[in-house]
């Protein structure tokens, strides 16, 4: 049947294939119900175009649970892609990414990928997208991406990437709508009743009208019953070859359908002469996946166990790597024998192509019919499970896998694996945010490692035992399982193992412990991880590097691993390394006073779903932190963000936020809240052996009069400042290159060191800091205080009267309203109801919060350069 009411898309696809001729190119996203016509539109798009350009065709598979990659192994398979099946099964996602990106920006003629089907995409081919999608402005190439948006909900695993991908420029968003009246009245043959029934009935839906009309009956009651009237007119032998074309989703080769069916040629032909089959390259196929699910349905489930099986025999025999497919047959032939054999080898070979999500799906279908497993083979599955969820950030699920695993492991009473299963445990109570529970799996773990003889088992069950303890900060334990980890790593000679146990040890120690030695120790991972072409490890290390130097405020290690691994996140579309990456940049600039450069950075890293934790919370906690040390409103809030993104989240990660909690009060006035504050995440912090989050929570503590001396193994510069060594606190400060802590030491000193923090605060931007300081010094009864910038008074955003400010200006000095009224020359109950007026325009609920509100809002300076409280 003639294409219809479609030349409005075909022609933007047109001017855009022109465009990305001229070098623009674009991805379009096409969408529309089932049977709207999206395949037809791009089918008929490619037989348009066919001459000027390479237009390459790639599916998606509704299997049980989708190939990964699938649409890009098509697209390989086509000689024009320049190049091979074998290259796009076996390469790295990346690599086949990037040798994507280079066939279409080199190609002498302009290529068009279209990928079909998205809604059924494995993890995998969405990354594709996301990846192409970032870049396909810059190259002379155009993407059409086919999905049904009716399926594509808002849990949808193509819901986020389709957000993502349509705000850029370079892509288009399309639909392909209904057909109207007139144009089902031309396909009726200019029957406008028998058009108005059909239009009425399918509500303009192409693959409905076309299967209506082409049946011959009025009006069937359903599609089901258009489809079945067309296959109602075949021979046995074309039947047969339609039922097991409907057990293969998509497509199915030509000489595969025929020796399952048992029929000649001559069968296929007839089901395609029909209209039932289309025959494209070697393959039948339905016209639509409507049809195929028709003829499925009505198949008997006898008939279609049959099909399955013989389905498998073949595959077995001609395609035994189609893991996914070989899966996909044996459940649906209800053979759980074979299925629970493939389903685990698919497993992994999707983590392998980065589709961890189908992984997770083909472990969790195999357990569910664990009754055709032996136990070992169970509990290494519920080992794998755990292992996929945890990259998937499925934290709880995980946990139940390994508990599973655990208990399996028991049973079976080999020590050497449930040792390496506890290991795993003790990760899953951590990650799931069960700190107080981790010790019983992992003390257990190591006591049984002792008694065992070295392995290379025994080595990773001492790595995950020394990550665990790193994670939570407890130094011994960690050093001495990554040590033994280490030495039996090198002995047994496995330097993949040596080079992460060495990151073990290496992060343990730049967190905890003697932080330049980690640094060459993390360098020297880094280094085997090239040598042996282990490119995980290189990648950890510098992760750990980056991150693990920023806590240990070493910054320029920090910053120059943190650029490396923001450059590869960026070059592998690793959105959670970037985000981490990105997150610790801004903290680290925070930390160096450079306010600006912080809040631009930790803006980058909003929460996402898909992009993990640790970025969001790191990010918004250095932005919640700069706004305190400037003053700037909502400084609260966004701290509060910070920790709601995972209340539960390791202590590293939420000390830093609450502490920017207490700074806030103590900033405010309100020291006797900090205890308050700080209770949530103290516990944690005395419980860990964290020299930096112990020194912080110390100095807080010690502001509030909660804490007299500092907690044993705080950070020396923290820990200074609270023995009341000022100058010693300031020293360390400045050499590590933090200026507001430096500041914040002389702040504690004598009338030079007060001046110099005074200037350092202002300099840096940090009003209410310096409000607090100058408001201090004049209670000591210092004069000639150093200026700090004119007042901008002027622009008011807060609409006060010039009393108002007036009034506003000795609240930043510190006055009482007795003082106030004394100075204006009012009764004191009108300096009261002056003071109500302000805190009611700067929206504060107490003096506080008005003074560093007003600051921040630079109404009036920081105080430093006003009169004394006194005269």
């Given at each position: 049947m003639p294409l219809l009411e479609r030349e409005g898309l075909l022609d933007e696809l047109g001017t855009r294939l022109r465009a990305a001729v001229g070098g623009r190119g674009s991805l379009v996203l096409l969408g529309a119900e089932a049977g709207a016509g999206k395949t037809a539109v791009v089918t008929e798009f490619g037989h348009r175009h066919g001459q000027r350009a390479h237009v390459l065709f790639?599916?998606?598979?509704?299997?049980?649970?989708?190939?990964?990659?699938?649409?890009?192994?098509?697209?390989?398979?086509?000689?024009?892609?320049?190049?091979?099946?074998?290259?796009?099964?076996?390469?790295?996602?990346?690599?086949?990414?990037?040798?994507?990106?280079?066939?279409?920006?080199?190609?002498?003629?302009?290529?068009?990928?279209?990928?079909?089907?998205?809604?059924?995409?494995?993890?995998?081919?969405?990354?594709?997208?996301?990846?192409?999608?970032?870049?396909?402005?810059?190259?002379?190439?155009?993407?059409?991406a086919t999905y049904r948006d009716d399926e594509?909900?808002?849990?949808?695993?193509?819901?986020?990437?389709?957000?993502?991908?349509?705000?850029?420029?370079?892509?288009?968003?399309?639909?392909?709508?209904?057909?109207?009246?007139?144009?089902?009245?031309?396909?009726?043959?200019?029957?406008?009743?028998?058009?108005?029934?059909?239009?009425?009935?399918?509500?303009?839906?192409?693959?409905?009208?076309?299967e209506v009309l082409a049946s011959g009956e009025e009006v069937p009651r359903t599609v089901r019953e258009a489809v079945l009237a067309r296959a109602a007119r075949l021979g046995d032998s074309a039947r047969r070859v339609v039922e097991v074309v409907a057990t293969a989703p998509r497509s199915l080769e030509l000489t595969v359908a025929l020796e399952v069916a048992q029929a000649e040629p001559s069968a296929a032909d007839e089901a395609v002469a029909a209209g039932v089959l289309l025959a494209e390259r070697g393959h039948l196929r339905f016209r639509h996946e409507l049809a195929r699910g028709a003829i499925e349905a009505v198949t008997p489930l006898g008939r279609q166990f049959a099909w399955h099986r013989a389905m498998v025999d073949l595959l077995q025999r001609s395609q035994p790597d189609d893991l996914a497919r070989l899966a996909h047959h044996a459940a649906r032939a209800h053979a759980w024998d074979l299925f629970v054999r493939f389903a685990p080898l698919a497993a992994r070979q999707a983590a392998e192509r980065g589709a961890?999500?189908?992984?997770?799906?083909?472990?969790?279908?195999?357990?569910?019919?664990?009754?055709?497993?032996?136990?070992?083979?169970?509990?290494?599955?519920?080992a794998e499970l755990a292992y996929e969820l945890h990259v998937l950030d499925l934290h709880a699920e995980a946990l139940t896998a390994s508990e599973r695993a655990v208990?399996?492991?028991?049973?079976?009473?080999?020590?050497?694996?449930?040792?390496?299963?506890?290991?795993?445990?003790?990760?899953?109570?951590?990650?799931?945010?069960?700190?107080?529970?981790?010790?019983?799996?992992?003390?257990?773990?190591?006591?049984?490692?002792?008694?065992?003889?070295?392995?290379?088992?025994?080595?990773?069950?001492?790595?995950?035992?020394?990550?665990?303890?790193?994670l939570q900060r407890h130094y011994r334990p960690a050093v001495a399982a990554a040590e033994a980890a280490l030495e039996m790593a090198r002995r047994l000679g496995d330097a993949r193992l040596e080079g992460r146990t060495m990151i073990m040890l290496g992060t343990t120690e730049i967190v905890m412990g003697d932080a330049r030695r980690a640094v060459g120790l993390l360098r020297e991972a880094h280094g085997i991880g090239e040598r042996v072409g282990a490119p995980d490890v290189s990648r950890l290390a510098t992760w750990m590097l980056g991150s693990g130097a920023g806590e240990a405020r070493l910054y320029d290690e920090a910053e120059e691993a943190l650029a490396a691994m923001v450059a590869s996140a960026s070059d592998t579309d690793d959105d959670s390394a970037l985000a981490y990456g990105?997150?610790?940049?801004?903290?680290?600039?925070?930390?160096?006073?450079?306010?600006?450069?912080?809040?631009?950075?930790?803006?980058?890293?909003?929460?996402?779903?898909?992009?993990?934790?640790?970025?969001?919370?790191?990010?918004?906690?250095?932005?919640?932190?700069?706004?305190?040390?400037?003053?700037?409103?909502?400084?609260?809030?966004?701290?509060?963000?910070?920790?709601?993104?995972?209340?539960?989240?390791?202590?590293?990660?939420?000390?830093?936020?609450?502490?920017?909690?207490?700074?806030?009060?103590?900033?405010?006035?309100?020291?006797?809240?900090?205890?308050?504050?700080?209770?949530?995440?103290?516990?944690?912090?005395?419980?860990?052996?964290?020299?930096?989050?112990?020194?912080?929570?110390s100095l807080w503590s010690w502001q509030a009069g909660a804490m007299a001396e500092p907690l044993p193994g705080s950070a020396e510069p923290f820990a200074a400042l609270v023995r009341g060594d000022w100058r010693r606190s300031a020293r360390l400060w400045g050499e590590i290159g933090c200026p507001y802590e430096r500041a914040f030491a002389l702040a504690h000193g004598d009338e030079d060191a007060m001046r110099e923090a005074l200037v350092e605060f202002r300099r840096l931007g940090a009003a209410p800091a310096a409000a607090r300081l100058a408001a201090r010094m004049r209670q000591l009864g210092l004069s000639h205080l150093p200026r700090g910038p004119?007042?901008?008074?002027?622009?008011?955003?807060?609409?006060?009267?010039?009393?108002?400010?007036?009034?506003?200006?000795?609240?930043?000095?510190?006055?009482?309203n007795a003082e106030i009224a004394q100075r204006l020359d009012i009764t004191e109950k009108t300096a009261e109801h002056h003071v109500s007026a302000v805190l009611a325009k700067l929206g504060a609920p107490n003096r506080a919060r008005a003074v560093a509100t007003a600051v921040g809002l630079g109404l009036v300076p920081g105080g430093e350069d006003l009169p004394p409280a006194s005269s």
């Amino acid at each position: 049947m003639p294409l219809l009411e479609r030349e409005g898309l075909l022609d933007e696809l047109g001017t855009r294939l022109r465009a990305a001729v001229g070098g623009r190119g674009s991805l379009v996203l096409l969408g529309a119900e089932a049977g709207a016509g999206k395949t037809a539109v791009v089918t008929e798009f490619g037989h348009r175009h066919g001459q000027r350009a390479h237009v390459l065709f790639g599916g998606c598979d509704p299997l049980t649970t989708p190939r990964p990659l699938s649409p890009l192994v098509d697209i390989a398979v086509d000689p024009r892609s320049h190049l091979s099946a074998t290259f796009a099964a076996s390469a790295e996602p990346y690599e086949l990414f990037t040798a994507i990106q280079r066939r279409m920006a080199d190609s002498d003629v302009p290529l068009v990928l279209v990928i079909e089907d998205v809604h059924w995409a494995d993890e995998g081919t969405l990354d594709f997208l996301r990846f192409i999608g970032r870049r396909i402005a810059g190259l002379p190439s155009l993407v059409v991406a086919t999905y049904r948006d009716d399926e594509v909900g808002p849990r949808h695993p193509a819901r986020p990437v389709i957000g993502e991908l349509t705000a850029r420029p370079s892509v288009r968003l399309l639909s392909v709508p209904p057909l109207s009246l007139e144009a089902v009245t031309e396909l009726a043959g200019g029957d406008a009743a028998r058009a108005a029934r059909v239009h009425r009935a399918t509500d303009g839906n192409a693959f409905y009208v076309t299967e209506v009309l082409a049946s011959g009956e009025e009006v069937p009651r359903t599609v089901r019953e258009a489809v079945l009237a067309r296959a109602a007119r075949l021979g046995d032998s074309a039947r047969r070859v339609v039922e097991v074309v409907a057990t293969a989703p998509r497509s199915l080769e030509l000489t595969v359908a025929l020796e399952v069916a048992q029929a000649e040629p001559s069968a296929a032909d007839e089901a395609v002469a029909a209209g039932v089959l289309l025959a494209e390259r070697g393959h039948l196929r339905f016209r639509h996946e409507l049809a195929r699910g028709a003829i499925e349905a009505v198949t008997p489930l006898g008939r279609q166990f049959a099909w399955h099986r013989a389905m498998v025999d073949l595959l077995q025999r001609s395609q035994p790597d189609d893991l996914a497919r070989l899966a996909h047959h044996a459940a649906r032939a209800h053979a759980w024998d074979l299925f629970v054999r493939f389903a685990p080898l698919a497993a992994r070979q999707a983590a392998e192509r980065g589709a961890h999500r189908e992984a997770a799906q083909f472990l969790r279908l195999a357990l569910e019919r664990e009754q055709h497993l032996d136990r070992p083979t169970a509990a290494a599955l519920w080992a794998e499970l755990a292992y996929e969820l945890h990259v998937l950030d499925l934290h709880a699920e995980a946990l139940t896998a390994s508990e599973r695993a655990v208990g399996l492991r028991r049973e079976l009473g080999d020590p050497e694996e449930l040792a390496l299963a506890l290991g795993q445990l003790g990760h899953a109570r951590f990650r799931a945010g069960l700190d107080d529970q981790v010790a019983g799996p992992i003390g257990e773990c190591l006591k049984l490692l002792r008694d065992l003889p070295d392995s290379l088992a025994k080595a990773r069950a001492y790595d995950q035992a020394a990550m665990v303890s790193m994670l939570q900060r407890h130094y011994r334990p960690a050093v001495a399982a990554a040590e033994a980890a280490l030495e039996m790593a090198r002995r047994l000679g496995d330097a993949r193992l040596e080079g992460r146990t060495m990151i073990m040890l290496g992060t343990t120690e730049i967190v905890m412990g003697d932080a330049r030695r980690a640094v060459g120790l993390l360098r020297e991972a880094h280094g085997i991880g090239e040598r042996v072409g282990a490119p995980d490890v290189s990648r950890l290390a510098t992760w750990m590097l980056g991150s693990g130097a920023g806590e240990a405020r070493l910054y320029d290690e920090a910053e120059e691993a943190l650029a490396a691994m923001v450059a590869s996140a960026s070059d592998t579309d690793d959105d959670s390394a970037l985000a981490y990456g990105v997150a610790w940049r801004a903290r680290v600039a925070f930390e160096r006073g450079a306010y600006d450069e912080a809040v631009r950075l930790a803006d980058r890293v909003p929460p996402r779903p898909g992009h993990g934790i640790i970025g969001p919370i790191t990010a918004l906690g250095a932005k919640g932190r700069t706004m305190v040390r400037r003053g700037e409103a909502g400084a609260e809030e966004v701290l509060r963000q910070a920790l709601a993104v995972s209340p539960r989240a390791a202590m590293q990660y939420l000390w830093s936020p609450y502490c920017g909690l207490a700074e806030l009060a103590w900033l405010e006035g309100r020291e006797a809240e900090i205890p308050e504050l700080l209770a949530p995440v103290m516990p944690q912090v005395t419980d860990a052996d964290s020299p930096w989050a112990r020194g912080e929570v110390s100095l807080w503590s010690w502001q509030a009069g909660a804490m007299a001396e500092p907690l044993p193994g705080s950070a020396e510069p923290f820990a200074a400042l609270v023995r009341g060594d000022w100058r010693r606190s300031a020293r360390l400060w400045g050499e590590i290159g933090c200026p507001y802590e430096r500041a914040f030491a002389l702040a504690h000193g004598d009338e030079d060191a007060m001046r110099e923090a005074l200037v350092e605060f202002r300099r840096l931007g940090a009003a209410p800091a310096a409000a607090r300081l100058a408001a201090r010094m004049r209670q000591l009864g210092l004069s000639h205080l150093p200026r700090g910038p004119r007042r901008v008074t002027r622009r008011n955003p807060a609409q006060l009267t010039p009393r108002q400010v007036e009034v506003l200006e000795l609240m930043v000095a510190g006055l009482t309203n007795a003082e106030i009224a004394q100075r204006l020359d009012i009764t004191e109950k009108t300096a009261e109801h002056h003071v109500s007026a302000v805190l009611a325009k700067l929206g504060a609920p107490n003096r506080a919060r008005a003074v560093a509100t007003a600051v921040g809002l630079g109404l009036v300076p920081g105080g430093e350069d006003l009169p004394p409280a006194s005269s």
